[in-house]
């Protein structure tokens, strides 16, 4: 039992009284609204609260502005849930720990005191601004490997996955510590892009169907002819490697629409987008050839 306080309908209030150490709140001539045992739990809706607060049914907390569920240890404010008007519902922390996510009773994500988000992981800060990984048995490929371009971009990376299955791989898209563009996929997939180990493609669509206004490329020989084909080294590549190129001056005179220059100090250039001309060329010196053929059997034919 338990010292009890009823507010009856016909004699007002009732007090029975015991030595439990427990007091329940009734009304309604005996429903027990509020239950508080003797280790000070409170239940409301129920007579037997497990927790400092064990409610049964639906709880509200309502404030003229933002209501906040504050939640402390020891004192310390680890962290809050807020409702506004502005923002809606939104999570704090205000210590250095992470705010982490569970479900079924292990971690599935978490959120680190820098901003950097994990799924599958727990250090995600050791490998990007979001690190995923598939599998209880994935491993970090590029962390437990010997590479250290991996190893060493990856940190520097935005977005960095690993999955463990029977094309097990690693993932990432970022920046390297140079601030230049990485992409990196180390077991194949189907798509447009495929960077890997050993090899690399680029697929585009390319079917007749969803294109229009084709029209041929004509004197293509005389603007390739007009291009530079040269090798040296990027400025700023600290190796100084000699590699082959062209210009992307010389190209924008000719084929306007394969140079970037949204930048109008470093004009960049879609190689790929000169290969349709190259192939005009090609065939234009073959017209050539075929005619200078033509030509040499008529002579001979003569003689």
Same mark, same amino acid.
């Given at each position: 039992?338990?010292?009890?306080?009823? &507010?009856?309908?016909?004699?007002?209030?009732?007090?029975?009284?015991?030595?439990?150490?427990?007091?329940?709140? #009734?009304?309604?001539?005996?429903?027990?609204?509020? @239950?508080?045992?003797?280790?000070?739990?409170?239940?409301? =809706? *129920?007579?037997?609260?497990?927790?400092?607060?064990?409610? @049964? =049914?639906?709880?509200?907390?309502?404030?003229?502005?933002?209501?906040?569920?504050?939640?402390?240890?020891?004192?310390?404010?680890?962290?809050?849930?807020?409702?506004?008007? @502005?923002?809606?519902?939104? +999570?704090?922390? +205000?210590? %250095?720990?992470?705010?982490?996510?569970?479900?079924?009773?292990?971690?599935?994500?978490?959120? @680190?005191?820098?901003?950097? /988000?994990?799924?599958?992981? %727990?250090? $995600? !800060?050791?490998?990007?601004?979001?690190?995923?990984?598939?599998?209880?048995?994935?491993?970090?490929?590029?962390?437990?490997?010997?590479?250290? +371009?991996?190893?060493? !971009?990856?940190?520097?990376?935005?977005?960095?996955?690993?999955?463990?299955? &029977?094309?097990?791989?690693? *993932?990432?898209?970022?920046?390297? &510590?140079?601030?230049?563009?990485?992409?990196?996929?180390?077991?194949?997939?189907?798509?447009?892009?495929?960077?890997?180990?050993?090899?690399?493609?680029?697929?585009?669509?390319?079917?007749?169907?969803?294109?229009?206004?084709?029209?041929?490329?004509?004197?293509?020989?005389?603007?390739?002819?007009?291009?530079?084909? /040269?090798?040296?080294?990027?400025?700023?590549?600290?190796?100084?490697?000699?590699?082959? +190129?062209?210009?992307? #001056?010389?190209?924008?005179?000719?084929?306007?629409?394969?140079? !970037?220059?949204?930048? $109008?100090?470093?004009? =960049?250039?879609?190689?790929?987008?000169?290969?349709?001309?190259?192939?005009?060329?090609?065939?234009?010196?073959?017209?050539?050839?075929?005619?200078?053929?033509?030509?040499?059997?008529?002579?001979? =034919?003569?003689?």
């Amino acid at each position: 039992m338990a010292s009890i306080i009823n &507010a009856t309908t016909t004699n007002g209030v009732a007090v029975q009284g015991d030595n439990s150490g427990s007091l329940q709140l #009734q009304t309604n001539n005996g429903t027990t609204a509020i @239950t508080i045992d003797s280790s000070q739990n409170v239940g409301i =809706g *129920t007579t037997s609260p497990s927790q400092k607060l064990d409610v @049964t =049914g639906n709880a509200r907390l309502n404030a003229s502005s933002s209501p906040v569920l504050q939640l402390s240890e020891s004192g310390t404010l680890r962290g809050s849930i807020t409702g506004s008007s @502005t923002i809606g519902l939104y +999570f704090q922390t +205000f210590t %250095t720990t992470p705010m982490r996510f569970d479900t079924n009773g292990s971690e599935r994500m978490r959120i @680190t005191s820098g901003g950097d /988000v994990g799924i599958g992981t %727990t250090t $995600p !800060d050791s490998y990007g601004a979001l690190a995923v990984r598939k599998g209880v048995n994935g491993t970090w490929l590029g962390v437990s490997g010997n590479s250290s +371009f991996q190893t060493s !971009d990856a940190q520097n990376s935005s977005l960095y996955v690993v999955h463990s299955s &029977a094309n097990s791989g690693t *993932t990432f898209i970022g920046t390297d &510590a140079a601030g230049r563009l990485q992409m990196f996929c180390s077991s194949s997939a189907s798509g447009g892009v495929y960077l890997a180990n050993g090899g690399t493609s680029w697929t585009s669509a390319s079917d007749e169907r969803v294109k229009e206004n084709l029209v041929p490329i004509e004197n293509g020989l005389a603007k390739v002819a007009s291009l530079r084909a /040269v090798t040296g080294n990027y400025i700023k590549d600290e190796t100084k490697k000699s590699k082959a +190129f062209l210009i992307a #001056q010389d190209v924008e005179a000719i084929l306007p629409e394969a140079v !970037d220059s949204s930048n $109008p100090d470093e004009l =960049g250039l879609a190689y790929t987008d000169v290969i349709p001309l190259l192939v005009a060329s090609i065939k234009e010196l073959k017209a050539e050839l075929d005619a200078t053929k033509a030509e040499v059997q008529a002579l001979k =034919g003569v003689a």
